[in-house]
């Protein structure tokens, strides 16, 4: 039996029976440990309700087996019911549609008998408590509180105890306070002693400024493509403790503080009791979590001499760590938690459905200038602190009275703000004027007075968050659109939930495409030169009878494949789908598939690769084409040529079949066909990668044009037969001097393998003979310098190397995870349509059987490793056109951009240099590997330090910029006039056939990998590292990433100089339009 008191007074006696045993337990708590499974990261709180809403109703069960039979219980269930409504979404504010929130303290509030809102409510105890909501209550009470407190920890009229805001908390958490609470309610004794130091640390004139906190968010945003909820607790983490207590946190220390600030969380919410429970103890890990909070508190204390060393002069053990408690206190529950979460509302506000609908029309966060008042504006109408909690003595007799008071309704109260349910952008000095969210009154005298109970770290935290969100809408400066282009949701508005305390989780992706202009499609223009009538009447005859429905079977079995898997929009992928999976270090010689020549061996496992994958279905139907094998006979006519009425008919053909499925173009080239356009092709364009000082006769062996200064030189090409009447490939293209700014020379001429012979402006020819160059060029760059040198040789042996020579932690191998993403999947399951004889890659160039082969195995055999820097040099190109090329000097610039991120990577692992990194066993094998990956040896220098360096950055370069280079050709086969994969003689453009083939090629190889600029932090940390390993490695990458876009920028003012001196952009190394690793 026990006695107790009930809400109106009345005491009676009755008998309570407890059921006890585990199943009790798991009945209780069953929500609590699905919950506490899915750690503080999860989206369970998307729907608003997340832990407090579960917490809150198991405790209404538990509540009832502690000492206040009735308070307890009636306490929980009215903090569920609170917890459930502030879980329901946001509202507009319109008359009658508040929230969910404010009508439940509305019903409260209402009088019985008038239902006039009198601002107050009895409750949330069952006795001895008021809520007050008016503004002009709150502000008047916040104004008495700190002289109502008094001189010591008895005499004042009012104290404070272990509340946050509307919760009572459980004293477990604080073992190490003698008040064993939050500093909060620690007594006025105390709080004399700690509010003045902590008012020095974190309020105006503390140890921050505003220009430092500026750049504090420059930094988080430097290199940074990717930002969710977790991102933003860390910074904030790392931020106030460099303030509180002059700690410098790396990453992962700030993310060990917030498990641990979850830990702490998930505790103090339990009836004050009930933690004595060990059971309950372990289901929270209240043990562990103290463990953990006691070694910070340590290392507070010696940090906390150094920053206060004239005022915590002589100051006791005792009183350090009550000082120390407190400002874990601030770290953890104050602004620790208020900052971000202010900051998340901020940021998800213009992506949600409410935020559409509820933002004023004439909003953007783009517009700086409104940044404060938007910041106001949040706290004002989604606080996070809801309620300043007291307590009143009582006097003659009279219980103690809690007092509330509901900063939430008076932030609201419509006889103070205007619209006051409604999101409003009001002035500044209206905020000054009535905003009490962070208890501005209650300052007694000062900010750093024993008595003062307003934030002192107001300031700072104002300053963090407009800081935050101006770094955030300047990093979309250079985008039309603004921060909302550039930064990409992954959830639709809908998914984004507002509710009164809680904004639902996403994540944001920067997307640096934005900030390159797509081209349109090469070959368009042709169209435009039509009239409206003739390009109806053209666009109406090729939908009739499109001539690539004439195509033979096998080519219209791949212009289907292209058509069922190259899907608009499914060209873009991002880091995120590159899994932080790794293999374990192992030979995969007994896994792997060995090709017919050369000794190439391409590992069959991928570590990247899933069921159902865009490039495992691809690479299935690409099979299935390959058993359609319609062999060729060498004295077969293979297929019977037709021909477009006019190029123009070829574009519109490739627009109505291929338009959707081409990738995107960044380079236009709309020009390929005259002297000026392949003079430009051979300086700027693909050809550009073989420009060269022109040789002698003697040194060519065969005829050279009169005057050149530079080449394109082919001519190894011309060794191969061609089948049937198609031309030989093979010839040099020659230029003039030129006028400066790296601007071409005049086409002088081209020589052409298969007549033996050199062709000039205005012979008979000419338009042939640079038709038969452009084809020599496209069927080089894809066969040689594209799938052999960069896919089978380059990247096959970054993928190899890494995977067999290195382990799942060590550097090199998460320094090259995003360089071989797909690599191994994309050589191994092309291979049917690209190597044998007779498959589609066969068909769609001109060689024999047996040339085929041949070719194949002379580029492996011939291939020399040369870094980057060293092949542009051997070029010999006069000094004057290389110091303003831009093809050279953009390539250049993008690879020591990289060789510095290897360095800043690598360098924490190895301190010592080259003594470290011989020592290395993973490293001496990842070194030797390459001397053995195919029939021809790397012949790679002495290991050093500088050496590994320069083979990392080239393989990083070769997967990226060389890739693009020489990969990136779809703007010059857009049109039948362009570059035909085979020619016939006398002829200047492709047959209907050889044109598909082209278009069906460069579509299968366009399915893009993730964008070199994106979010690669989580392949970089590894647990196996130090903290400070971690630590560099994370500035490394995000560094890296804020100099390709200092590089992308510099290439966008080069191009405008360029056009300005009479030359062209050029955008093909541009780090925004690179992929990270080798697209299929």
């Not at 708590?29 to 989206?43: H, I, K, N, P, V």
């Not at 790392?238 to 002059?246: A, D, F, I, N, T």
């Not at 006051?420 to 000062?446: L, Q």
């Not at 006398?986 to 209907?992: A, T």
Request: with cysteine.
């Amino acid at each position: 039996g026990s006695s107790l008191e009930g809400r109106e007074g009345r005491e009676g006696r009755g008998t309570v029976s407890v059921m006890v045993g585990d199943r009790v337990e798991m009945l209780l708590f069953s929500d609590q440990r699905e919950l506490m499974a899915t750690g503080r990261d999860s989206d369970t709180d998307n729907n608003g309700g997340g832990w407090f809403s579960a917490a809150s109703g198991t405790l209404a069960k538990l509540a009832n087996y502690f000492a206040d039979k009735v308070g307890t219980p009636y306490y929980y269930s009215q903090m569920a019911s609170y917890a459930l409504a502030a879980a329901k979404g946001a509202r507009s504010g319109d008359e009658g549609d508040k929230d969910e929130i404010v009508n439940w303290f509305l019903k409260r509030q209402r009088d019985p008998v008038t239902g006039a809102d009198t601002g107050e409510w009895s409750g949330p105890q069952v006795r001895n408590q008021t809520l007050y909501s008016s503004h002009s209550e709150v502000v008047k009470r916040l104004a008495e509180l700190g002289e109502g407190l008094g001189t010591n920890n008895h005499n004042g009229k009012y104290y404070r105890a272990n509340w946050l805001g509307i919760q009572r908390l459980n004293s477990a958490p604080w073992p190490e306070a003698p008040w064993k609470g939050i500093a909060l309610g620690a007594p006025q004794e105390d709080h004399a002693f700690i509010r003045p130091l902590i008012t020095k640390l974190v309020g105006p004139g503390g140890k921050w400024d505003r220009t430092w906190v500026r750049e504090q968010a420059e930094e988080f945003f430097r290199g940074r493509v990717g930002i969710n909820k977790g991102d933003i607790g860390v910074w904030v983490t790392r931020v106030l403790h460099k303030v509180h207590v002059g700690i410098t946190l790396t990453e992962a220390e700030g993310e060990e503080f917030m498990d641990m600030q979850w830990g702490m969380i998930k505790a103090i919410a339990f009836p004050e009791g009930s933690l004595k429970n060990q059971r309950i103890r372990d289901m929270v890990g209240l043990d562990e979590t103290l463990a953990k909070k006691a070694r910070w508190l340590e290392r507070y204390k010696p940090a906390l001499l150094l920053m206060l060393p004239d005022e915590l002069n002589g100051t006791s053990d005792d009183q350090m760590t009550h000082l120390a408690s407190a400002l874990f206190d601030s770290l953890a529950f104050a602004g620790g938690a208020s900052v971000p979460s202010v900051i998340w509302f901020c940021m998800a506000l213009p992506y949600s459905e409410w935020g559409e609908t509820n933002l004023p029309e004439d909003f953007s966060l783009d517009t700086v200038s409104t940044i404060p008042s938007y910041v106001y504006e949040t706290m004002r109408r989604f606080p996070p602190v809801g309620t300043l909690p007291y307590i009143e003595r009582g006097v003659n007799g009279a219980p103690d009275h809690d007092v509330m008071l509901n900063i939430q309704m008076a932030q609201r109260d419509p006889s103070v703000w205007e619209n006051g349910d409604k999101f409003v952008i009001r002035s500044m000095a209206e905020y000054h004027t009535k905003f009490c969210g962070f208890a501005d009154f209650a300052n007694s005298p000062n900010l750093g007075s024993a008595n003062s109970h307003s934030c002192p770290g107001k300031d700072l935290a104002f300053a963090m968050m407009t800081s935050f969100l101006t770094e955030f809408v300047r990093t979309a400066d250079r985008v039309d659109g603004g921060h909302k282009q550039i930064w990409v949701c992954d959830r639709p508005p809908s998914e984004i939930n507002i509710s009164a305390f809680a904004a639902g989780g996403f994540a944001l992706t920067y997307d640096v495409t934005q900030l390159v202009q797509e081209e349109d499609q090469s070959g368009m223009d042709m169209l435009d030169e039509l009239t409206s009538a003739e390009r109806s009447l053209l666009m109406e005859r090729v939908s009739a009878t499109n001539k690539f429905n004439e195509c033979n079977a096998n080519t219209a079995l791949f212009i289907k494949i292209v058509q069922k898997i190259v899907k608009p929009g499914n060209n873009k992928q991002a880091s995120k789908d590159v899994r932080a999976v790794f293999f374990n270090k192992q030979s995969y010689a007994d896994s792997s598939w060995s090709a017919p020549f050369g000794g190439f061996r391409f590992i069959t496992c991928d570590e990247d690769e899933e069921r159902e994958s865009r490039i495992s279905a691809l690479a299935q139907m690409l099979m299935y084409a390959a058993s359609k094998r319609w062999d060729l006979k060498e004295d077969e006519q293979e297929d019977r040529l037709i021909w477009f009425e006019s190029p123009a008919e070829g574009v519109a053909s490739m627009h109505q079949t291929f338009g959707p499925h081409l990738p995107p173009q960044y380079n236009e080239w709309d020009d390929v066909v005259t002297d000026e356009g392949m003079a430009w092709l051979c300086v700027a364009g693909c050809a550009g990668w073989h420009l060269t000082k022109a040789r002698t006769e003697d040194e060519a062996g065969h005829a050279v044009v009169e005057g050149a200064v530079m080449e394109v030189d082919m001519t190894y090409m011309g060794q191969y037969k061609t089948r049937g009447s198609w031309i030989r490939y093979g010839g040099a293209a020659y230029l003039g001097q030129s006028p400066g700014d790296g601007l071409p020379g005049p086409l002088l001429g081209i020589y052409l393998c298969h007549y033996d012979a050199v062709f000039r402006p205005g012979d008979d020819k000419w338009e042939h003979a640079k038709c038969a160059f452009r084809s020599t060029v496209t069927t080089g760059l894809t066969l040689k310098d594209h799938l052999c040198t960069v896919h089978w040789i380059k990247a096959n042996g970054l993928g190899m190397a890494a995977r067999e020579a290195t382990g799942p932690d060590h550097p090199i191998r998460r320094l090259l995870k995003p360089h071989y993403y797909n690599t191994a999947l994309i050589n191994f399951k092309s291979k049917d349509m690209l190597l044998p004889p007779g498959q589609f890659a066969y068909r769609t160039f001109a060689f024999t059987k047996g040339s085929w082969v041949q070719y194949f195995a002379d580029c492996a055999s011939n291939w020399v490793y040369v870094p980057l820097p060293e092949k542009l040099a051997a070029k010999n190109l006069p000094s004057e056109f290389f110091d303003t090329w831009p093809l050279g000097q953009d390539s250049l610039k993008l690879w020591y951009t990289i060789e510095s991120y290897v360095k800043e990577f690598l360098t924490p692992f190895y301190p010592n240099g080259d003594d470290d990194l011989l020592a290395d066993d993973h490293v001496t094998e990842f070194w030797s590997s390459f001397e053995s990956q195919f029939d021809t040896p790397w012949n790679l220098p002495p290991l050093s330090f500088d050496s590994l360096t320069t083979l990392i950055t080239e393989l990083i370069w070769t997967v990226t910029g060389e890739h693009e280079l020489v990969g990136s050709i779809v703007a010059y086969l857009t049109s039948p006039i362009g570059f035909p994969a085979k020619l016939l003689e006398d002829h200047v453009e492709s047959d209907v056939q050889s044109f598909a083939q082209g278009l069906v090629i460069i579509a299968l190889t366009g399915l893009r990998q993730p964008p070199l600029m994106d979010d690669w932090d989580h392949v970089m940390r590894s647990d196996s590292w130090t903290a400070s390993q971690q630590q560099s490695v994370l500035d490394a990458v995000r560094g890296f990433q804020v100099k390709l876009g200092k590089v992308a920028d510099q290439n966008d003012d080069d191009n405008i100089q360029r056009v300005k001196n009479g030359g062209r952009k050029v955008n093909i190394v541009n780090p925004r339009i690179l992929e990270s690793s080798v697209s299929i």
